[in-house]
């Protein structure tokens, strides 16, 4: 089965904190994302990557950037944490292409911005 | 963008019931998915859909392609107390440029009466 992990369940940080969401799958998929979900707005893409050191924007990337070094592990990075970053982010990975795409999500991280 | 409307955004319903979900979209879309998220945990995938008019099963479930393309429906028969979750349809379209990107719906949280 494929697993994708994420390193925490809940986090609780400070507004201005500089903020490190960890995802790390183990079938050697190329493609990762991140998504925040919200109640109401279902799944937003913030950003994805195809390969190592490669990155795309997603729908909402402000406010976040990324990080690929290794082909399994992808980091979401909130540069400055802010209330309205409040959320739900899901991880995701997968091999598809060409309209063949299919997720494999982790856990979720609980991010409280206080 | 592209965006999914999906309704109804809540079902409370009793055990043994049928449930009809459906997702539409101003574009046409190549592929469907439907993932259901279960409480506390990342969404999983339940059906993928690829051609216009598919109908496609999954024990109690059934998932049908729209004629047009730019819709999709979820149904759940003889629904049990582990059918609780949120259900979000998903499309994608095949484009170099779009490649593994999903567009969610805002989901579906249904409620079972045991």
């Known amino acids: 089965d494929v697993k994708v992990t994420q390193s925490s369940r809940y986090l609780v940080k400070r507004t201005g904190e500089k903020v490190f969401l960890e995802c790390v799958q183990d079938?050697?998929?190329?493609?990762m994302f991140w998504y925040r979900q919200d109640p109401g707005l279902g799944l937003r893409l913030i950003y994805f990557?195809?390969?190592?050191?490669?990155?795309e924007k997603g729908d909402i990337p402000e406010g976040y950037s990324v990080s690929r070094e290794k082909k399994e592990r992808f980091s979401l990075i909130l540069e400055s944490a802010s209330t309205n970053q409040t959320s739900m982010y899901l991880c995701a990975s997968g091999t598809g292409g060409g309209g063949d795409e299919k997720l494999f999500f982790g856990s979720g991280t609980q991010l409280s911005v206080l | 963008g592209q965006q999914l409307n999906q309704s109804p955004q809540s079902m409370f319903i009793q055990e043994g019931e049928d449930v009809s979900m459906n997702c539409t979209s101003s574009?046409?879309?190549?592929?469907w998915l439907w993932y259901k998220q279960d409480p506390g945990e990342g969404p999983v995938l339940l059906i993928a859909?690829?051609?216009?008019?598919e109908l496609t099963s999954n024990g109690r479930l059934t998932a049908q392609f729209g004629i047009t393309r730019k819709d999709s429906f979820l149904n759940i028969s003889a629904s049990i107390p582990s059918d609780v979750g949120i259900y979000f349809c998903a499309g994608q379209t095949w484009s170099s440029s779009n490649t593994g990107k999903l567009i969610f719906g805002q989901g579906t949280t249904l409620q079972v009466k045991p």
């Open positions: 859909l690829y051609k216009a008019g």
């Open positions: 574009s046409i879309f190549n592929t």
């Open positions: 079938m050697d998929h190329e493609n």
């Open positions: 990557s195809y390969d190592v050191k490669m990155k």
